[in-house]
């Protein structure tokens, strides 16, 4: 599963909780925009290549003094296809080495980073005397962008409407060495990088408080014996509402532990202490387990990525809950 950046995951929390400045919801908007680009890139490649496990997406990796990040890798035969996907809007020009929207120069050249990638990605396979050989591709996912590429370039350039012909064409291919590359990354990859925004913990109290909808964001959920249902029809297994909002919390308070009297303010007045109690106690780490004061360890991401690994028992849960509630109403 291809996981939103962690400054989208922060700013996403934030929007449905405070009001976001200008440049925060620039930025949110085009973050968002990115990651579909890249949802739909993935939806693309897996209705190509069938069940066929033929990519790694979104890896953060180490290489001597140098990080990259890459958004995808396709490896077919003995190209490794290093994917940058741009989910540019306008009309973009690159001629003499440098790229233009309108008259104005680009600081960032873009084909420089995915060379940069490129080459550290080689020199990794090199070291590990696996050969492959690594070709780099720049997507645009955006169908609303006119890019014009006047210069020769060694990369690949994909327009939006151009992606399934591309795809189609390699669907044939060999899939087998994906295995090899998963093995060897695996030794250089970091976790990716944590945003560099922070909302002061001082002002909590500002905050939208309360367990907000997933379906329509508004804290209107009223707690029953399994479930938090919402006005507009949403229900949701309690279990979940709290752990996504104490991950919400997490996410936005990543520098910091996890506490309860600042759970409590962030919950507001419907919070159920006791449940919340036994939330914590049940899911979640203390930091010291001698001193219940330095709080739980905070992984600062959201429910879905914090929970990640028990994701499928959660959807049974889910459904469990829907039953029961069902079964008690009738
Ligand atoms: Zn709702």
């Known amino acids: 599963m291809r996981k939103k950046p962690h400054e989208l995951q922060w700013l996403d929390v934030l929007?449905?909780?405070y009001l976001l400045a200008k440049e925060e919801f620039e930025s949110f908007q085009k973050l968002q925009r990115g990651y579909e680009g890249e949802v739909q890139f993935d939806a693309l490649v897996e209705y190509f290549f069938k069940e066929k496990q033929v990519s790694l997406d979104d890896i953060t990796l180490r290489y001597k003094n140098s990080v990259v990040?890459?958004?995808k890798l396709l490896i077919i035969g003995h190209t490794v296809y290093l994917i940058d996907m741009k989910h540019y809007r306008g009309h973009y020009?690159?001629?003499?080495n440098?790229?233009?929207?309108?008259d104005k120069a680009l600081t960032n050249n873009i084909f420089?980073?995915?060379?940069r990638a490129v080459r550290i990605l080689q020199s990794i396979f090199n070291d590990n005397q696996i050969h492959l050989s690594v070709k780099g591709v720049l997507a645009f996912t955006n169908l609303h962008s006119v890019i014009e590429v006047k210069d020769e370039v060694d990369e690949e350039v994909l327009m939006t409407e151009?992606?399934?012909?591309w795809l189609l064409r390699l669907s044939n291919g060999d899939t087998t060495a994906r295995h090899k590359v998963s093995q060897v990354l695996r030794?250089?990859?970091?976790?990716p990088y944590l945003t560099t925004r922070t909302f002061d913990i001082k002002n909590l109290g500002q905050l939208k408080s309360g367990i907000l909808c997933p379906h329509c964001h508004q804290a209107q959920m009223q707690e029953h014996r399994f479930t938090m249902n919402c006005k507009c029809g949403y229900k949701e297994a309690k279990d979940i509402a709290?752990?996504?909002t104490i991950c919400e919390f997490g996410t936005l308070f990543y520098n910091y532990n996890i506490k309860r009297a600042q759970l409590r303010i962030f919950f507001g007045k419907n919070l159920n202490e006791r449940y919340l109690k036994f939330i914590l106690q049940k899911y979640f780490m203390l930091k010291d387990s001698h001193h219940a004061k330095a709080g739980y360890i905070n992984k600062g991401v959201l429910f879905e990525y914090w929970f990640e690994k028990e994701m499928n028992t959660l959807e049974q849960l889910q459904k469990r809950t829907s039953w029961k509630e069902t079964k008690t109403s009738h």
């Open 187 to 191: 030794h250089y990859t970091i976790a």
């Open 242 to 244: 709290y752990r996504r």
């Open 69 to 71: 990040q890459i958004d």
């Open 15 to 17: 929007d449905q909780r």
């Open 93 to 96: 020009v690159f001629k003499n």
């Open 162 to 165: 151009e992606i399934p012909a």
């Open 112 to 115: 420089e980073q995915l060379r």
């Open 98 to 102: 440098t790229w233009y929207v309108g």
